[in-house]
């Protein structure tokens, strides 16, 4: 049976057991910043199994996953993926262990057709909690007697629990056994880490509530949680070694061979290879479709370092370019009928993939050169921070440093890595912590009795009726004293909540003709239920029901002013750059606009002038802003520009900037899929100004910017500095770019004055203002503070001791604002030596948190300063004497 068969068949058994088949949710959780991604079934029902929501009572999914926190073992094993599909079968206070054990029982041996004997089954056998004596009664009563001896008891895996307090229960677990051939010397049977018995099934008991202490109490509604590994159910069906050789992965693999010219096989050299490559191609492809972009923080890190792991392997299997990309097209084909936002997003993670890539291919050169200069550094044992850094930096795996470094005798400190590697785990979690996502978890209770709120857009004043009033923990409540907060929901409301890169609306909600309550934010549930974030101000009395006036306040039109702008710097990198750039991510505010694109390419000042020249222009045109709905098929005919990952409606809230409104959107400066604020025409922004260019990460830059009366306000406060520094250089404001200009001249001879001064004394002084270290008697060692002399001034001085001195190592150096710089030579005489100045460079570079190079006589390069200099000078000392010592021979 092939995949697409499984699992709609696993979606139909249990439609027919009254499951409302439920669509897999995004792998990036929807309001709940506690996940970075959704890593099971079980993700989307966390309200009703805590007991929030309730209009659900028994639900099946096949729910797109994402884990890495066994990404070192996927190739090693056949259990490991990142990207994986879990099937699931849920009840919420209804069904409980009778019911899943037969049911589970059921589809395994009838529907699929499995043989029984190949099973064998675990239950909780206590600790934490009593054995589970229910679950193993069902499973004797549902089971043969031939089976009953296939039943263990497992201790430390088989109990689930949400977290240190709440929710938990026991596990029962269902193996499939593959056959001796694959078990070792001493295998423990089902829950073993070899790979004879696969866990296919775990089926959650959640029956306690834990409190603080460990104290079970029986949860009132108990539930059932279950999840079904797809891809070890479909190597199974598929009769397979293992999921790789399935129809989930076999046409990547098979095209990988292709290109690679590599022949896959189970127990292949190659077969870890081929494995991952698959594995975090798969991965890659669905969060890139997802939105989410290669970076250095939270999720683009993730995703990053999938990519260039999978590129590493290739690269190892002789591959000297670009792979994956060439690869994404067999993940549309196999997933198309089943997620067809991957094929609709083809060109864009095409693009993604191969962009990120090339650039760590370039990387990647760059750390082997840098694992030599560490090799070169540490001859006898390389650090694990070391080593982690490489690994961290330019994506080099750990078992290709320690293979390299194998090959010239040098260990490599493992603990110290591993050590390394945790520390570091805390990158991803703070970058997505700090990335703004807000918390509407507390909405979900009030929500489950709501309809969808109507957001009126045209209004700035409206009469609406309150449908719910909660603090911030969830509860109903129906006052406020003045100063607390609490959030409000209303059949319709003018406050437009977050989204789309757009903040929420703020203003004012009055009772009758008294102000109650000031609007700090508005978010909005995904069944599109607005909540409005308020601040009382005064004390109040609401019940559901009540009447309430809503103003929204000046920073709207500030907000649409910005949003609109956007729109506008978009069409125009589009027409600077290329088609192939694209929007990375926004956000706007009534202050200032933010816009991350994509390019290959640090852009230069003429090209984001050209920019803004393009942008204002428009402006000049006065092109209308129409809004209308369209379907989506109709928005991709027109040629309309939509975010990579964003969830459309169809039909879709279309932006039309052109002459002609719809009558003739194909000719347009911009269309684009929003939801958001505008203004009705461009005259109304009144101006952009770009005030900021810089980096996101690799490929993607950031501009920020304001227009509209934020471009007002900027511009009057240059204009308020121009002024200020008009007034201390006694001219006028058109004059002093000039008197900057003579003023940067007159410092710049007074420098040069200071330096000639500085290298005259410098030549003057007598040798023992030098520190010179005689070393074995072949060389000697010259280290000398310049104090904060500039490096032409460093030249001179090193060219100055290498006429007054023979077989000599010259290391001169200078300290200013907390950086230092250094010129490494020898005299003359050393030339023709085994001293080489760019490797000694390189290594001090190193130990400052810098970098050196140059030629083999003459090499400089800087760093932070170090706390303590006469430590620097004997780590110095011990490099030249370690790689230098011929020097002297």
């Known amino acids: 049976m092939q995949s697409d068969k499984v699992r709609k068949a696993f979606l139909d058994f249990f439609k027919k057991r009254d499951h409302s088949i439920i669509k897999s949710s995004p792998l990036v959780p929807e309001g709940d910043p506690s996940l970075l991604f959704t890593s099971a079934g079980m993700v989307q029902f966390k309200p009703y199994f805590l007991g929030i929501k309730k209009d659900l009572k028994r639900a099946v999914s096949c729910q797109k996953s994402f884990r890495t926190t066994d990404i070192d073992n996927v190739g090693k094993t056949i259990r490991h993926l990142t990207f994986f599909e879990m099937l699931g079968n849920f009840s919420f206070g209804d069904y409980f262990k009778e019911d899943a054990i037969k049911w589970g029982w059921e589809f395994l041996t009838k529907e699929m057709n499995l043989p029984a ?33 296939k039943i263990f008891e497992l201790k430390e895996d088989n109990f689930w629990a949400m977290g240190e307090t709440g929710p938990c229960g026991p596990c029962s677990e269902v193996y499939w056994d593959r056959g001796e051939k694959y078990a070792h010397n001493g295998c423990a049977g089902p829950g ?70 590599a022949k896959y096989s189970s127990d292949g050299d190659y077969a870890s290879n081929f494995r991952i490559i698959s594995d975090h191609l798969r991965a890659s492809v669905f969060l890139i479709a997802e939105g989410i972009i290669p970076s250095n923080e939270g999720r683009g890190y993730i995703l990053r370092r999938l990519i260039r792991r999978a590129e590493r392997f290739a690269k190892i299997m002789g591959s000297k370019n670009a792979v994956l990309y060439k690869l994404a097209p067999k993940v549309f084909e196999i997933f198309k009928d089943i997620y067809p936002e991957l094929q609709n997003s083809e060109k864009d993670i095409i693009s993604v993939l191969k962009f990120e890539e090339e650039g760590f291919l370039q990387t990647l050169e760059t750390g082997e050169k840098f694992l030599g200069d560490l090799l070169n550094k540490y001859p006898k044992s390389l650090p694990g921070s070391e080593a982690f850094s ?53 909405f979900q209770r009030a929500e489950d009795s709501l309809p969808f709120t109507e957001f009126i857009s045209v209004k700035s004043e409206l009469v609406s009726t309150a449908v719910a009033f909660i603090n911030p923990q969830g509860d109903n409540i129906e006052k406020l004293k003045a100063g607390e907060i609490g959030y409000m929901a209303f059949d319709e409301t003018i406050f437009y909540a977050e989204s789309g890169g757009q903040a929420g609306d703020t203003g004012f909600l009055y009772k009758g003709e008294e102000l109650i309550a000031e609007v700090l934010d508005t978010q909005k549930t995904a069944k599109e239920v607005f909540f409005h974030k308020i601040k009382a101000k005064k004390d109040f009395e609401i019940k559901i029901g009540d009447e309430i006036v809503e103003k929204i306040d000046f920073k709207r039109h500030r907000t649409a002013v910005n949003h609109t702008a956007t729109h506008v710097i978009n069409a125009a990198l589009r027409k600077v750059f290329g088609a192939s750039t694209r929007q990375a991510g926004s956000f706007v505010d009534s202050e200032r606009f933010r816009f991350d694109y994509t390019v290959s390419h640090t852009p230069s000042k003429d090209e984001m002038a050209e920019v803004e020249r393009i942008a204002n222009e428009a402006i000049k045109e006065n092109y209308k802003v129409s809004i209308s709905e369209k379907s989506l098929k109709e928005a991709k005919e027109l040629g309309a520009v939509m975010l990579l990952g964003e969830k459309y409606k169809d039909p879709a809230r279309l932006v039309l900037i052109n002459s002609e409104g719809f009558d003739n959107a194909k000719n347009h400066y911009s269309l684009e899929l929003c939801g958001g604020t505008h203004l009705r025409e461009l005259s109304s922004i009144g101006g952009i100004k770009i005030i900021k260019e810089s980096s996101v990460s690799k490929g993607i830059r950031r501009i920020e910017g304001v227009a509209g009366p934020c471009a007002i306000e900027y511009l009057a406060g240059v204009w308020d500095i121009a002024e200020s520094i008009a007034l201390k250089f006694s001219s006028g404001i058109e004059d002093i770019a000039g008197r900057i200009d003579k003023l940067i001249e007159t410092e710049k001879k007074l420098k040069l004055e200071i330096e000639n001064i500085k290298r005259k004394s410098f030549k003057a002084q007598s040798d023992e203002s030098f520190s010179i270290v005689d070393l074995n008697g072949k060389f000697k060692f010259i280290f000398f503070d310049a104090q904060d002399a500039q490096m032409k001034t460093l030249r001179l001085v090193v060219d100055d001791l290498k006429q007054k001195n023979s077989s000599s190592v010259i290391f001169v150096f200078s300290r200013i604002e907390g950086k230092l710089s250094f010129i490494i030579s020898c005299s003359d005489d050393l030339k023709e030596s085994s001293f080489d100045a760019s490797n000694m460079s390189k290594q001090a570079g190193l130990l400052i948190g810098g970098r050196g190079g140059g030629r083999k006589d003459f090499a400089q390069g800087g760093g932070i300063v170090p706390k303590d200099i006469e430590e620097f000078k004997k780590q110095l000392i011990e490099i030249a004497t370690q790689r230098n010592s011929a020097a002297g021979q």
Request: aromatic share 12%; with cysteine.
């Open 390 to 442: 490489l690994y961290e930096t330019y994506g080099f795996p750990f078992e290709l440093t320690k293979e390299i470094a194998l090959k010239k005798g040098i260990e490599v400190d493992e603990k110290g890595f591993d050590e390394a590697r945790i520390k570091a785990q805390d990158i991803a979690k703070a970058g997505w912590k700090s990335s703004g996502e807000k918390d509407i978890s507390m």
């Open 117 to 149: 004997d190949r099973f064998y089954f675990t239950v909780y056998g206590g600790g934490d909690a009593p054995k589970d004596e229910e679950a193993k009664n069902i499973w004797l009563k549902v089971l043969p007697k031939n089976l009953h001896s």
């Open 192 to 261: 073993c880490e070899c790979d004879r018995y696969i866990e296919v099934w775990n089926l959650v008991f959640t029956q306690f509530d834990k409190q603080t202490g460990g104290v079970l109490k029986p949860l009132p509604r108990k539930n059932i949680d279950t999840g079904l590994g797809f891809e070890r159910l479909v190597f199974i069906m598929e009769e397979k070694e293992s999921p790789f050789e399935t129809s989930l992965f076999k046409p990547i693999i098979e095209s990988a061979s292709d290109i690679l010219k």
